[in-house]
């Protein structure tokens, strides 16, 4: 009822649409709370899903690969780690994850050359 006495009718807004962007930065921070609680499975799960919907999201695709590596799959995690690498050549954190996946398969000339690549980067900074 209105103060003039007639009828209100109440409108709700239309639900926006979450994005995809939006979408997949849930999804990572799922992956992470549950890469905390140790349920690495789960956990990578969830940062594939993030990739699914963002390929380009390096984040995920770090913490994928040092998921994988957790678990002690070494070629998926080093894979994942390459990959992050090809989307941003920036992010330290993964030539050192790359470089341990390398070292713990038994390739240590690769593990060197990811720690090698990293005082590069440090190097220019």
């Known amino acids: 009822m209105t103060l003039q006495g007639g009828e ?3 409108v709700l807004p239309t639900a926006v649409k979450s994005s995809d962007r939006q979408h997949a ?3 990572n921070e799922r992956g992470l ?3 905390k609680e140790k ?3 789960d956990a990578a ?3 594939a899903d993030a990739l ?3 390929p380009d999201f390096a984040l995920a695709a770090n ?3 040092f998921v994988y590596y957790r678990q002690g799959r070494l070629a998926e995690s080093a894979r994942w780690l390459e990959n992050t690498l090809k989307i941003d050549p920036s992010r330290a954190v993964a ?3 790359l470089g341990d996946a390398y070292a713990k398969a038994g390739d240590s000339r690769q593990g060197a050359q990811g720690l090698f690549d990293i005082s590069g980067i440090a190097a220019t900074r």
Do not use: H, I, M, V
């Open 8 to 10: 209100a009718t109440l």
């Open 25 to 27: 930065q849930l999804a």
């Open 33 to 35: 709370q549950l890469y």
């Open 39 to 41: 349920r690495y499975a």
């Open 45 to 47: 799960e969830q940062f």
């Open 52 to 54: 699914k919907l963002r």
């Open 63 to 65: 913490k994928l690969g």
């Open 95 to 97: 030539y050192l994850n």
